[in-house]
């Protein structure tokens, strides 16, 4: 592992792999769950860490931007924009550990994504350091620039194929005065469905977030996670976590106090909280954001990261819910996340009591018949976690031809000698 601490000593890490044919595998908070931070297992890789560029090179309240290093965690962003009383929305379990520079790497979305996009739409300039030593930057405050190509993006969700990002220019908002957390009781993800619409409708742009829960989810943190509670009076077949935010100091309390009571009466829910303190919102949000934790506790569990149309979720878990019933009996789905995007983590957990190997075993043909099914609903096998090397032979089975041969051709143009993360993504 090398660890520079300027963009300067990257470039000249990448100028020396160049000239020496030495593969280099940038790694940010080691936080991705696809492998695109991960080494093979030659031993003859370098393992590029960002994690000493922590430095914050402006933060400008009245442009609402702040220009970052990549090493900075997520926490530390959100902070250094609370700082000068403004949001930075990218949110995520791992915010404590996972960096600017992989965020960016993976065009990471999180929990408000349904109100701000992902980190793609967040970035307004990218600082790369090139994989012949060069330093390509387009970090810039500007909101308007039609001067050619947008670079950005490219490198954005590129997982480290193409460049190394070093820095980044962020568009920062408004600080929320007041953010109020709803859980509430569902027949369904049908009910799901209608839900967020009626909400939607109602709130507008207030509506930050709307997690879908099912039941086993909701179960299996109170088991395994101290200090967890029910947080209905009933319990219920599915839940909706939903976050809505304003500027006005009392707007949205009274605003969802009204929507869930209409809610309720035009049966769109079965009940619901509204937190009333920071601490039981806290508490309401951790029984979302430790599913996966709650999960690896429970034994074995294949996990899907998709997307598809948001008025097919329904559809989409009722189908792949009996294809899984049929060849797996007794696995246990726990489909749940990000509803207000289309954004599904369709984990399966192991049989109660099975052997955690075994189960594990039959990872390739869940993937098969999951990723099929999400396909035939028009959409992604990969919604937020990248593709790194767990999804990159799935790429040609799913991906347009022509797409695929233009991804392939920037690759070499700009990675020539494949030493920038290879075998990761194409």
């Excluded at 100028?15 to 931070?37: I, R």
Aim: charged fraction near 15%; proline fraction near 5%.
């Amino acid at each position: 592992m090398v660890e520079p601490k300027t963009s300067a000593e990257i470039c000249a890490i990448l100028a020396l792999c160049s000239k020496y044919l030495v593969e280099v595998v940038p790694q940010g908070g080691n936080t991705g769950l696809v492998g695109g931070q991960t080494p093979n297992n030659t031993g003859q890789q370098i393992i590029l860490s960002l994690r000493r560029l922590t430095q914050v090179r402006e933060i400008d309240p009245i442009s609402n931007t702040m220009t970052l290093e990549a090493g900075v965690t997520l926490h530390e962003a959100q902070e250094f924009a609370h700082s000068v009383e403004r949001y930075f929305p990218l949110s995520m379990a791992s915010e404590g550990s996972c960096t600017i520079g992989g965020n960016l790497a993976t065009n990471a979305g999180g929990v408000h994504v349904l109100a701000y996009g992902p980190a793609r739409d967040l970035t307004l300039g990218v600082e790369v350091a090139l994989a012949d030593g060069r330093l390509l930057t387009t970090l810039s405050k500007l909101r308007k620039d039609n001067t050619g190509y947008d670079l950005t993006r490219l490198f954005i969700g590129s997982e480290g194929t193409l460049g190394v990002i070093t820095a980044a220019t962020l568009k920062l908002f408004p600080q929320p005065r007041t953010q109020e957390i709803a859980f509430l009781g569902l027949e369904s993800p049908t009910q799901a469905l209608h839900l967020l619409n009626f909400i939607k409708a109602g709130a507008g742009i207030a509506l930050q977030a709307f997690e879908l829960i099912p039941s086993i989810a909701l179960k299996l943190v109170l088991t395994h996670i101290p200090n967890t509670r029910e947080p209905l009076a009933e319990s219920h077949p599915w839940y909706a976590l939903i976050e809505i935010a304003s500027n006005a100091e009392n707007e949205p309390h009274s605003l969802l106090t009204h929507l869930l009571s209409s809610a309720i009466t035009q049966r769109f829910a079965q009940d619901a909280i509204i937190a009333t303190s920071l601490a039981q919102a806290r508490a309401l949000w951790s029984l979302r954001e430790n599913i996966s934790e709650a999960q690896k506790r429970e034994g074995g569990s294949i996990k899907h990261d998709i997307s598809v149309p948001i008025d097919c979720i329904p559809a989409f878990i009722d189908q792949a819910g009996q294809l899984i019933q049929e060849n797996f009996p007794q696995a246990r789905p726990v489909p749940f996340g990000h509803m207000g995007d289309g954004n599904l983590h369709y984990n399966i957990s192991q049989p109660v009591g099975a052997d955690k190997a075994q189960f594990l075993s039959q990872w390739a043909q869940m993937n098969q018949i999951i990723h099929k099914l999400t396909q035939d609903f028009g959409g992604s096998i990969s919604a937020e976690h990248g593709i790194g090397q767990l999804k990159r032979h799935l790429l040609t089975q799913v991906k347009d031809p022509v797409a695929l041969d233009i991804m392939r051709n920037l690759k070499t143009m700009l990675d020539p000698l494949g030493i920038l993360n290879p075998g990761k993504v194409i």
